[in-house]
């Protein structure tokens, strides 16, 4: 049967040594690290710890692929902020996945950027609204391009960082996640079935903080690449 109106397009990432990687859903875990958490008033100080707790973005908010990607300043914000993540990229689902089995699901690793309208998530936080749309705007997600990880492996710890106009201002290491990549693909898969397609950003160190039209940015995940991207102000 025909579509009623033309179809969107599939949404895909270049992929290291060839070929494109449909994107079905992207998922996000906030708090991911414990510097962070603090800096965001969020860290359980009894326990050190709090569960992972996830949230979405469309898949085409992604801005993917390119040496410097442009994206620009989004409305209704005067306080956009820069998150940089490890990002996973699975081959294949599944549900109640075990965590020894989780590796067994993933396609690959990229360097992600999550950005935030961080005025509009306070305001919604204040009044126990949700908070979709201060994260899942037009081109809130930046994306590098995806590593198989045949050819990166399964990083565990390495540097993590991000630069703005050249000024350190994120860095951490990935063996600092509260939960590692096998725990958050087997407590998301309680959730939901997981599929083939599905990206998911694993939480940023601590550092975030406003970036504005003209920034430069530039982050790494040791091991997986770099990811260069800038801000414009709107046409």
């Given at each position: 049967?025909?579509?009623?109106i033309?179809a969107?397009?599939?949404?895909?990432?270049?992929?290291?040594?060839?070929?494109?990687?449909?994107?079905?859903?992207?998922?996000?875990?906030?708090?991911?690290?414990?510097?962070?958490?603090?800096?965001?008033?969020?860290?359980?100080?009894?326990?050190?710890?709090?569960?992972?707790?996830?949230?979405?973005?469309?898949?085409?908010?992604?801005?993917?692929?390119?040496?410097?990607?442009?994206?620009?300043?989004?409305?209704?914000?005067?306080?956009?902020?820069?998150?940089?993540e490890?990002?996973?990229?699975?081959?294949?689902?599944?549900?109640?996945?075990?965590?020894?089995?989780?590796?067994?699901?993933?396609?690959?690793?990229?360097?992600?950027?999550?950005?935030?309208?961080?005025?509009?998530?306070?305001?919604?936080?204040?009044?126990?609204?949700?908070?979709?749309l201060?994260?899942?705007?037009?081109?809130?997600?930046?994306?590098g391009?995806?590593?198989?990880?045949a050819?990166?492996?399964?990083?565990?710890?390495?540097?993590?960082?991000?630069?703005?106009?050249?000024?350190?201002?994120?860095?951490?290491?990935?063996?600092?996640?509260?939960?590692?990549?096998?725990?958050?693909i087997?407590?998301?898969?309680?959730?939901?079935?997981?599929h083939?397609?599905?990206?998911i950003?694993?939480?940023?160190?601590?550092?975030?903080?406003?970036?504005?039209?003209?920034?430069?940015?530039?982050?790494?995940?040791?091991?997986?690449?770099?990811?260069?991207?800038?801000?414009?102000?709107?046409?």
């Amino acid at each position: 049967m025909p579509y009623v109106i033309p179809a969107p397009p599939q949404v895909a990432v270049p992929v290291v040594g060839g070929g494109l990687f449909p994107v079905r859903r992207v998922f996000c875990v906030g708090r991911n690290y414990a510097e962070h958490a603090r800096e965001m008033g969020a860290l359980d100080q009894a326990s050190g710890a709090e569960p992972p707790f996830f949230f979405m973005k469309p898949a085409d908010a992604l801005v993917a692929g390119g040496d410097e990607l442009a994206v620009v300043y989004p409305p209704q914000t005067a306080n956009l902020q820069h998150e940089i993540e490890l990002v996973v990229a699975l081959g294949r689902g599944g549900q109640n996945i075990a965590p020894e089995a989780a590796r067994g699901c993933i396609f690959g690793y990229a360097v992600g950027l999550d950005l935030t309208r961080r005025d509009m998530q306070a305001r919604a936080k204040e009044k126990g609204h949700p908070w979709d749309l201060s994260k899942g705007f037009d081109q809130s997600g930046i994306l590098g391009a995806i590593v198989p990880a045949a050819v990166c492996g399964h990083p565990e710890r390495g540097r993590i960082c991000l630069a703005v106009n050249g000024t350190l201002r994120q860095q951490g290491d990935l063996a600092q996640m509260s939960w590692p990549v096998p725990a958050i693909i087997a407590q998301l898969s309680q959730s939901v079935r997981l599929h083939g397609g599905d990206l998911i950003y694993t939480g940023t160190p601590a550092g975030v903080a406003a970036i504005v039209p003209g920034d430069r940015l530039a982050g790494s995940v040791e091991g997986v690449g770099e990811l260069h991207a800038r801000i414009v102000a709107p046409g």
